[in-house]
């Protein structure tokens, strides 16, 4: 572990310990499958609790997220899951992410990488506490991702002058082409090596035209 980031971690896991029930404490999406860049890569948690967040704890998560003042702190992520809800993918959780406290749901995506790449900091392991999830659900949440927000997202043209939005939308198809074509996750370093392939390049170009007809001799 790098040791900004694992200083980070532990003074995370101890700040919050002591303003939720914590039962147990994951990583996951680069931390849990070895892709891993300081400064560049987020920082996934999940924190498990016995009970639901009151809005004390609410203001006091905040307040942790905002003071913990150290190098990295503004890439640390975490959602907040009551035991009584880890079996529903649809229930919002509270999250802290970008700066900012709001409710969103842990995804597919999410609880899959939980169970094939996680890296436990607290308590039992995901494959303890939380339902698997099958390949059927993973591919229609990933083709819902893809036709709900990516395909909304090619309607405007100016963010796609940025080279975040180009870097992350590429990766994120060859992400999701082997997901749906292996039924397995693979990190953005992988998409790497998969948009590197001749047949993946090939794909990816504009449909040439057709060929022009050939040449009546006079």
């Known amino acids: 572990m790098h040791a900004a980031t694992d200083d980070l971690l532990r003074r995370f896991r101890d700040g919050v310990g002591e303003i939720v ?3 147990s404490l994951w990583a996951h999406g680069s931390l849990g499958a070895g892709d891993y860049q300081p400064g560049r890569s987020d920082l996934d948690l999940i924190a498990v609790v016995e009970t639901p967040v009151t809005m004390e704890q609410w203001r006091r998560i905040k307040g942790l997220h905002r003071g913990l003042g150290l190098p990295l702190a503004d890439l640390l992520h975490c959602s907040y899951l009551p035991l009584e809800e880890l079996a529903d993918p649809r229930v919002e959780h ?14 597919a995506v999410t609880r899959r990488e ?8 607290h308590g039992p ?4 506490l939380l339902p ?5 659900v993973l591919a229609d949440f990933v083709r819902t991702d893809l036709r709900e927000y990516w395909l909304d997202k090619t309607r405007g043209r100016r963010r796609w002058l940025r080279d975040v939005w180009v870097d992350l939308g590429v990766l994120t198809v060859a992400r999701a082409s082997v997901t749906l074509r292996e039924g397995r996750l693979i990190t953005k370093r992988e998409a790497l090596d998969v948009l590197a392939r001749p047949t993946a390049r090939t794909r990816c170009r504009w449909p ?11």
């Open 125 to 128: 392991p995901p494959a303890e």
């Open 132 to 136: 698997a999830v099958s390949d059927a």
């Open 21 to 23: 029930p914590l039962v």
């Open 94 to 107: 509270v999250t802290w992410a970008h700066e900012q406290i709001y409710r969103r749901p842990v995804t």
């Open 114 to 121: 939980l169970h094939t790449a996680p890296l436990v900091l």
């Open 208 to 218: 040439a035209p057709p060929p022009p007809p050939p040449r009546r001799r006079p």
